[in-house]
Structures are given as structure tokens and as C-alpha cells.
């Protein structure tokens, strides 16, 4: 079993391209063709982490938060990313994140939240932009079911709930060929007329590729004309965050003590209380800040999330109950869903996940 094979099978739970264009994700040390003897699961790959894959027989750390976030110029072992980067290669380990491509997972690193919390009824608190493309292109009329159905077999035309959604239309192509050309219909050097329909399809950007070489391929045109554009509608299933509802509403008091119960943290600092019951609960695994302003406008009795600044928590103006939670503590479940994952997958090697917790804050 190649790392390729474990890495692709972790990318229909996180595709690549979900991920921030600020990120850095997929295998940043080692490479896709080798053998893998054991894969060691991570929230951060520090040195011990390392040290622990080594002792384990592990050969690929599969880490949520990626070990080279900007660029490194120099490996010199002058800073603890640099040790640890030289350290894999050493030891022959490869290193893959998935960091914000889970994050904006339907389920990552939120619906993990909602799970621990026992959140029902979990929808995308912000669902991402940039990920719903549409393909046009024309076929003969006689063609173009058969076409239109290999597309979908390709994992074109799904819609939230809904499958093989397309549109079509007929009309009039024209198209005349060169000295070179070799035209299924028509002959070179004419101009040709010929009855086609019109297919307009969306997909999910991830499945670009398929889509393109399947078009390609199932197409009767020698040359193929087409147009692909990315649409600014948001994808409702894909995004940063969720919010859903607790079965119970709660007190304020009751729901942080049950809130630092649940989530396993020594601390939770929370914003004035607004003397109302819980019920619907925005989350957010990490540094999540920048999301205030849509739980609150989801509705939301009560955001957890991590590392409000100070300043952030006036933007509760009495409206909502702010709970900082700790970046480490919101993401430390994180390491049991892809374990829990990628068991179901994969016997044939082991799945470990790690015992060393790379929390770097302390509290007295």
C-alpha cells in the first residue's frame, strides 16, 4: 500500500481544494510512491512526534496542523520547524496535513464539535464560495443523453439533495475544419451546420479532472468545444463552522460547565451573560474570531470556538454567549475522526493514533 493510496481515500473526506488559499495541505515531506509500514495520527508534528513515529513503525504522520505553514528558505535546524522537518527526512517519514480542507469538511473538525456537544439538526455556519463550477458544452442532439449520463456518472450534477441536475437546449452549431482536421460529421474545408444540444451542468470543483477527461473522451466531436466557469453561489454543505441545537435549551451557567465537561478544557472564557437559555449552538474548531458576526446573525444562543482577543468579546453586545474554549482543546477530537476513518479503510497496515499531547499552553 502506497502513501498515494492512503492520501486519496483521505481526500474524499477532505478534498485539497476546500482548503484556504492562505494553507498548506497535502504531503509536505516524503514521497507518494513509497511503501507504507504504519500511519501515526496527529493534531501537530513536533519532534517527540516524530521520536513516537519512529518507536511506532510508523512511516507517514498524518498531522491536522501542517509543519510548514510559509516558506522555508534555509534547513539549518535553527527553529523547531526546521528540526523536525530534517528529522522526517532522516528517518524516511512523510508528513501529510489536511488542516482547513477539514475544517471546511461537512465532516471535519465542526461536526466532531457538534458530536461531543450533542448538537442536533447541524447545518455550515459559513458555506464556502469558490467551490460550485458549471461546464456548457454541445453535442450532437442524437448524443447527447448518452454524454449527458456518463457526466453524471463523472460526479457532475449533484445539488445538496439532488442528483443528475442539468439543463439542455437545442439550437444550431456551425464548425468547419482545416487541412488537418478529421471531422466525425461534416467534411474538411466546409462549413457544416448541425443540430446539437446545449449542456449546462454544475459540479464540485474536486471532481475537475474526471469531468474534463470524461467529457474528452465520451464525446463523438474530435474537437470538443466547452467552457468552464466558477460559480459565486455557496455550496451549503461545505464551509467553515456549523451550528445546530442542543436537545435540551440550558442555562447559561449550566451549558459552561457542561461545555468545559465535554470538550475536556481546564478553561473557559466566555463573555458577559445575556440571561437567556441555550439552545442553538454555533462551533468552530481553532481560531475562529472572524466568525463571530455569522453566529450571531445564524441566530445563535452561544459561539464556542478559540483565541478571542480581548477586544472580540464586545461584539457579544449582549446578543450572544461567546465561549473561548482553547485552540487545542476545540481541535483535539480531530485526531479520533481520522482514525476512526481511516480504520475503516485500511487493515492491512497500523492506524495509531498518537498519545502525546502537543498542547503548547499551559494553566496553573
Do not use: W
Not at 182 to 193: A, L, M
Amino acid at each position: 500500500m502506497k502513501i498515494k493510496e492512503v492520501t486519496n481515500y483521505l481526500e474524499e473526506l477532505a478534498p485539497l481544494n476546500y482548503a484556504e488559499d492562505f494553507d498548506n495541505v497535502g504531503l509536505l515531506v516524503g514521497n507518494y510512491n513509497t511503501e507504507v509500514n504504519g500511519v501515526l495520527v496527529t493534531l501537530d508534528t513536533l519532534e517527540e512526534t516524530v521520536d513516537e513515529a519512529i518507536a511506532k513503525n510508523c512511516n507517514l504522520i498524518l498531522s491536522f496542523h501542517p509543519i510548514i505553514f510559509g516558506g522555508l528558505k534555509k534547513l539549518n535546524g535553527n527553529s523547531y520547524v526546521e528540526k523536525v522537518v530534517l528529522k522526517a527526512i532522516k528517518n524516511d517519514i512523510a508528513i501529510y496535513a489536511t488542516h482547513t480542507a477539514l475544517d471546511n469538511s461537512n465532516n471535519g473538525v465542526s461536526a466532531k464539535m457538534c458530536e461531543i456537544l450533542g448538537l442536533e439538526n447541524q447545518k455550515i455556519l459559513i458555506p464556502k464560495k469558490g467551490i460550485i463550477k458549471k461546464l456548457t458544452t454541445f453535442v450532437p442532439v442524437k448524443d447527447a443523453k448518452e454524454l449527458q449520463k456518463h457526466l453524471f456518472d463523472a460526479g457532475a450534477g449533484n445539488i445538496g439533495n439532488y442528483s443528475e441536475c442539468s439543463f439542455s437546449v437545442n439550437g444550431t452549431g456551425t464548425f468547419m475544419g482545416n487541412e488537418n482536421s478529421n471531422p466525425v460529421i461534416g467534411e474538411k474545408g466546409k462549413r457544416h451546420s448541425e443540430n446539437e444540444t446545449q449542456i449546462s451542468i454544475l459540479f464540485e470543483s474536486k471532481n475537475e479532472n474526471a469531468i474534463l477527461n470524461t467529457l474528452k473522451n465520451k464525446h463523438p466531436y474530435e474537437e470538443v468545444a466547452y467552457e468552464i466557469i466558477t460559480l459565486e453561489n455557496t455550496h451549503q454543505n461545505i464551509g467553515m463552522g456549523m451550528i445546530g441545537e442542543l436537545p435540551i435549551a440550558m442555562d447559561e451557567k449550566e451549558f459552561l460547565v457542561y461545555l468545559k465537561d465535554k470538550m475536556k478544557t481546564a478553561c473557559v472564557r466566555h463573555s458577559e451573560l445575556i440571561h437567556k437559555k441555550i439552545k442553538t449552538v454555533a462551533v468552530l474548531g481553532g481560531s475562529g474570531s472572524f466568525a463571530i458576526s455569522n453566529a450571531k446573525r445564524a441566530g445563535a444562543d452561544a459561539y464556542v470556538s478559540a483565541d478571542f482577543k480581548y477586544h472580540e468579546f464586545f461584539k457579544a453586545e449582549k446578543s450572544i454567549l461567546l465561549a473561548d474554549i482553547g485552540h487545542y482543546e476545540s481541535e483535539q477530537f480531530t485526531k479520533n475522526l481520522l482514525v476512526d476513518y481511516l480504520t475503516k479503510k485500511f487493515s492491512n497496515f497500523a492506524i495509531v493514533l498518537s498519545e502525546k499531547s502537543t498542547n503548547p499552553i499551559y494553566y496553573i
